[in-house]
């Protein structure tokens, strides 16, 4: 299945964008990923990192899938900009995390797309 939409990320200075954290809510792990688009980021401590996932309709949301270390990235902003959910992390300390995107039927396990990022702060 060919990708339609554009997936966007981006570095921008720290100073760009307010560090204010959100709360997050519990729900079910998501299962087995389907493939999908893949990009990787170089960045560096301190930095900010935007990813840009495209609104789906009929219920369905974007979730962190996996599990990834807080210290090397920490999610610090998530806005709706145009037709896209941008999701705004800052570099922590030096090392790499993979951050998986599935999109869901609400809160389920199956996941209908998936988006990748490998975050590598130098």
Known sequence: MAVRRFIGALVVPAAVVSTAAGARATAPPVGPLPSGPKATIVTHPGELVAVALPHRSGGRVWRIARAFDGKVL????????????VIVFKAGRAGSVTI???????????ALEARTFDIRVR
């Open 74 to 85: 920490q999610e610090v902003s998530e806005a709706d900009v145009g037709s896209n959910v």
């Open 100 to 110: 998986a995107f599935a999109l869901t039927k609400g809160e389920t396990a199956r």
